[in-house]
């Protein structure tokens, strides 16, 4: 592909395929402008309740207070802009700037052990509101930006329904992974009995080729795909550059970050293969090999080349690059499991980062080779280290 080529098809409004043009018919229609709104107003409020009766409750954080009048004036801006009061331009980077705020801010009070639970009435259930507002603003971000853009309702709803489908996909590889355990487990256990670690160990990155490597053959026949879907080119030393240039960028932003959120008192959880790793030292001699040649080859092919392109169709570039990363953070949750609610979203949004580099890797190069590389030998550097 020529430079010329590569630059068009990265442009969101001017690259080939049906993508590109699906998106350019799906902005500016007037009769369903006022809905993109609407449903900003409605996840703004919801935000809004969530961080304020917490306060009602006594809940005495200035941080909390702040979110929630971040809250309002995303609120007011959605309505602004859904009465014609203010026009998208502003509207739309206003209500959107205001809730990624919140966000950050809620996100900030969640590290500091703050849930404000709530028991939902008739149903006896406890939900965290601040966790509520933290997803629910995260909402607002999208659809700030998409009243920004000029989306309409039904871009709106297509993209929900393909983040909703590359959501599925993550998940039935994940609940995969799980079930070619079992499967798997099953004749080692007739053979030896009780399974060793290092066996377990063993038989967890086979399940993963088998169930990561099954999910992508079976999505692109799903889609009518073939191979050549799958980018993968022969090094070079560009490729060596990027692959260098990646993994110190990741460390150094773990570093980074890492030192932040510690000095704002904010603590990560460990990884569950980090647990294991402290109780036996002696897996490491699979876990090293496994993260290089494995985990960070099949999780780049499913997260980036799979999720993150097809994601290209409905999205912009930048676009899929962020929804692919929440797809892939969200499904690193149970990894993280056994810390509680606060250590957990701090592992999170470090994962989240980090897989924006990663995604970006991958749509600045356009071969898999790249992410994969980059993510095997950084988790290897981890676990190295830890």
Known sequence: MSDTERAADRDPDHGPGTGSDARRTERGDPPSSALVPAVGTVLSAVTAAALLVPVRR?????????AGALAVVATGAFLARRHALLERRRAGPIAAGASLLVVVLSGYVITQGVLGSAVLPGLGWSISLLFTAFFVAAGSVGVGVADYVGLSSRGLTRRASHMAEMFVLAFVSLFGIAFAFLFLSLPLALVVGEPTPLQETLVEYASTVVALGGVTIGYLRLRGRDRSFIDLEMPTLRTVGWLVGGVILLVGTNTALGSLLSAAGAE????????QVAENPNLLVVIIPAMVFIVGPFEELLYRNIIQKSLYDTFSR????????????SVHISAYSTAGANRI???LALLFVLSLILGALYERTENLLVPALVHGCYNAAVFLIA
Do not use: R
């Open 58 to 66: 006594g809940v005495d954080e200035p941080t909390l207070q702040i």
């Open 268 to 275: 990560g959880a460990e990884h569950t293969t980090v647990q």
């Open 318 to 329: 930048y676009g899929a690059i962020v929804v692919a990363s929440v797809v892939f953070t």
């Open 345 to 347: 979203l701090v592992s």
